[in-house]
């Protein structure tokens, strides 16, 4: 048997729709102005009456014993007439809401090109039909990036797939074949799956980043900062690059796993993309609003400065091309831009006119 339904959810339930309490509301301030006006007149009518010479014949409101019909007619008509007008005005105060709604009710993910028509005065709901249209637009875009996105994830990781089952087909077709030769097989499948795993970690940091803070610790971006340096000193000496660090204290607050990421991304990207016997400078400080500020630039290849924004999003680099290093992955400055968003911090970017990019993330103060 079920359970009874509390009484406020039946009341709620059997709450008249709007229509009809726009029509209640018309109605009942036209039956009160009218109720107002009929007793002024006869409190009026009453007191002249009252006033009236003693030997004057009497009035018939005079008598308390006669029924007037008419005046209850008139009453009777005027209410009626007011539902009725009432009930028509409602429904033409309500007919764009009912057309936004019904166009709303139609547009789903495969049509969010569609829009609302958006006609008549300025007014609140020409604002509302405004406001869904941005939102939908909105939606587009988020849509859009999400198809891109997916599309760009499933190339990016069918890519090792199949040069690892081809590299595995081939020796094992090879009827002259050694321990060797397979030796050889099994190290490159094994860099393959090193490659894939890399690039699943950096779905899931870049996942993880959109998803939100989940912890508002305090840090140093210093300390995060030459934490990250101390692991890659041995890459830069590597690729005969030079990294010259200054490191001020610059306290800041957010989730530090995720900032230290951020960090290491714009490194990594500054040491991938860059020319032999290049340079990396890093320097972190206090930020011109009272917070943190780091700024890592690096020599480089030539930025155009229309190539920026696309930078920063996933699998994407400068020239329009996957020219990436066998170690990169398309999402390092994907994953800054997100981590950045969520710790309401300011991305800025400016390319160096001889070659490279300086990249500045700004983060509020700490609380």
Do not use: K
Not at 109 to 118: E, G, Y
Not at 261 to 282: F, K, P, S, Y
Not at 294 to 318: K, M, S, Y
Not at 333 to 355: D, K
Request: with cysteine; charged share 20%.
């Amino acid at each position: 048997m079920p359970a009874p339904r509390p009484l406020t959810s039946l009341l709620r339930a059997r709450r008249p729709v709007l229509r009809a309490q726009l029509t209640l509301l018309y109605s009942g301030l036209f039956l009160a102005v009218l109720a107002a006006v009929l007793l002024a007149t006869n409190l009026l009518y009453g007191h002249t009456a009252s006033r009236a010479p003693a030997g004057a014949p009497a009035s018939p409101a005079d008598s308390s014993s006669r029924f007037d019909v008419g005046p209850a007619l008139v009453g009777l008509s005027a209410a009626i007439v007011a539902l009725l007008g009432a009930w028509w005005l409602a429904g033409r105060f309500l007919r764009p809401l009912h057309a936004i709604t019904t166009a709303a009710q139609q547009i789903s993910a495969t049509n969010l090109n569609r829009r609302l028509a958006v006609r008549g005065p300025d007014d609140e709901l020409t604002r509302l039909g405004s406001t869904l249209n941005d939102l939908l637009s909105r939606l587009e875009a988020a849509f859009a990036a999400q198809r891109h996105f997916v599309a760009n994830a499933s190339h990016e990781l069918r890519t090792p797939l199949a040069g690892q089952r081809t590299l595995l087909q081939v020796a094992l077709a090879d009827p002259h074949a050694d321990a060797a030769s397979l030796r050889a097989a099994c190290t490159q499948a094994v860099a393959l799956g090193a490659q894939q795993e890399r690039l699943i970690d950096a779905l899931l940091v870049l996942a993880t980043s959109e998803r939100g803070i989940e912890r508002h610790d305090p840090f140093d971006l210093a300390e995060l900062t030459g934490a990250v340096l101390a692991g890659r000193r041995a890459e830069a000496d590597e690729r005969r690059i030079r990294i010259d660090a200054r490191l001020d204290t610059a306290p800041a607050a957010g989730d530090p796993r995720l900032v230290e990421l951020l960090v290491a991304n714009l490194v990594d990207n500054a040491l991938r993309h860059n020319d032999a016997d290049g340079t990396v400078e890093i320097a972190t400080g206090p930020g011109p609003a009272g917070g943190a500020t780091i700024t890592v630039g690096n020599t480089g290849p030539v930025v155009r400065p229309d190539e920026i924004d696309r930078l920063f999003q996933p699998f994407q680099q400068a020239g329009g091309q996957r020219l990436r290093h066998d170690d990169g992955h398309g999402l390092g400055l994907a994953i800054v831009a997100a981590i950045a968003r969520t710790h309401q911090a300011t991305l800025t970017a400016r390319p160096r006119p001889a070659g490279g990019l300086d990249v500045t993330v700004d983060f509020p103060p700490g609380h």
